[in-house]
């Protein structure tokens, strides 16, 4: 008995340091992230309302004040409730806010889906972006890129480096798991918001994309967002959709009431056929 004691007490200890020293690598992160912020005169931040833009934009905020400005783009590719969010975010904290229209779904190049869709996409919006911080006297941009991103398939990275757009949570460290805790930290709402990609990315490489295929996948997760499924991709198969949802929501969906709604608003949306993916919710999943 005393034994077990003893472990349980040097299991609680370690536990604590553990939290200590976690915490202590986040707060030095943050101060790496605060220090490169002030070496700008102003910024401009390519802001989504995601976690990522959201955090880099409150932190630099805090950091420059009113030397920051958000960019936001609006167009087929973006959810309409996320450039939406975007606004009230950048609104509620009082931040400059720029909403511009980017055309990728004109681009010949962009709309044939082939794998550099993304380098295509940012190459024709980070000029837009970069044109309208100088419209508004700031000569720097910055992208909400953090460490995980590097181990994942992103052609736009070569954009950003063509266009010499700063990644300064990069540049200080900052995972994806420590921009959420330090969002926690400050109590910024997306904290917890689930990661959102362009609507392109629901669409395997290779299929055209249109703005028929584009307002069927957001009709569709709208649907499934609105019946409370939080981190949830609709992909975009012709006629059929394949849902992917996270394992816990599996149970939820099997409900005849919830399941016989969602397939009806999804074959609202424009599809014939609605499956769900057995392997559950896979960020990036397209990229395979």
Known sequence: MIFVCEQLIKSRSTLKKEKEMKRDELKLKKEKLI?????????????????????????????????????TAKSPVHPARE???????ALDYGIKHIIIQSDETNLPEFT???????????????????EAASKAGISELAHG?????????????????EFNIAAPMIDAGLS????????????????????????????????????ESLTM?????????DLGF???????????????????DFEKVMNEKIRDLLVGKIKKAGYLYVSMDLEGYIQGSMNR
């Open 145 to 161: 890129a953090n460490t995980d991103d590097l181990k994942d398939f992103r052609p736009g990275f070569s954009a950003a480096s």
């Open 35 to 71: 220090s490169i912020l002030k070496n700008f005169n102003s910024l401009a931040v390519a802001f989504s309302g995601g976690a990522d833009s959201s955090f880099l934009l409150a932190v630099a905020y805090e950091v420059l004040g009113e030397k920051v400005t958000a960019i």
């Open 176 to 211: 994806k798991q420590d921009i959420r805790d330090l969002s926690k930290n400050m109590r910024l709402e997306t904290w917890n918001k689930p990661a959102m990609a362009c609507l392109a990315t629901r669409i395997p490489y290779g299929n055209g994309i249109t703005i």
């Open 230 to 248: 939080t981190a949830c991709r609709v992909r975009h198969h012709g006629d059929l959709a394949r849902i992917e949802l996270v394992k816990n």
């Open 83 to 89: 450039t939406e969010f975007a606004g009230k975010f």
């Open 112 to 130: 044939a889906n082939n794998r550099n869709r993304c380098y295509i996409c940012k190459k024709n919006l980070f000029p837009k972006m970069i």
């Open 217 to 225: 996948i957001e009709e569709a997760e709208n649907a499934l967002i």
